[in-house]
Every structure is written in C-alpha cells, then in structure tokens.
C-alpha cells in the first residue's frame, strides 16, 4: 500500500510512442518526488481517468511531445496546454 494519500501528489503520464500506449506514475511526498505507484494505460482517456482516482494534478506528455494538463486542480503556468477527451487513442505520432 502507498505511503501517499489519495488525492495529493501529482500524476505524470507519459505517451510510449513504440509501445502505443501511455506510462502513469503517482508521485507524493513533501517535494512529490515519492514514487505512490506506476500503471500503463492504453488511451488518455483510461490514464486521466487512472490519474484523476489518485490526485488532482496530472500533467501529460505527448507522442507530439506537447506538454498538457488534465488535472482538476489549477493549471501551472508552465504548462499551456490543457488535454480535452477527444476520445483518440494516446501514444500515436502523426505519420509523415
């Protein structure tokens, strides 16, 4: 069992690019640099969905490496995006 509380910490998901799907890791702690726990998730939608069960900050790095927010708490001003379901599946570059 995690040492961290639900609803605290900070979630970072990540898009797997040659796996097709996303790695989520909960962080907790003082300084959010506790390891809570780590899952796969094969769309945003599935991982927000993970991400938001354990905190209300969740940050998103793309297969575009856009980095976007998800979380319910207020958006850091160093990230300017914000992820919308759009119901695509995660982890996919376009093709060029």
Known sequence: ??????????VSLEADVLRGDYLCQWYGGADDDVLAERGRAGSARTAVRWALARSPRVQILTGAGDLLW???????????????DDGELVGRMPVP
């Open 70 to 84: 998800a979380g319910t708490a207020p958006r850091p001003d160093e990230i300017s995006g914000t992820w919308t």
């Open 1 to 10: 069992m995690s040492a961290v509380e639900r609803g605290t910490g900070i």
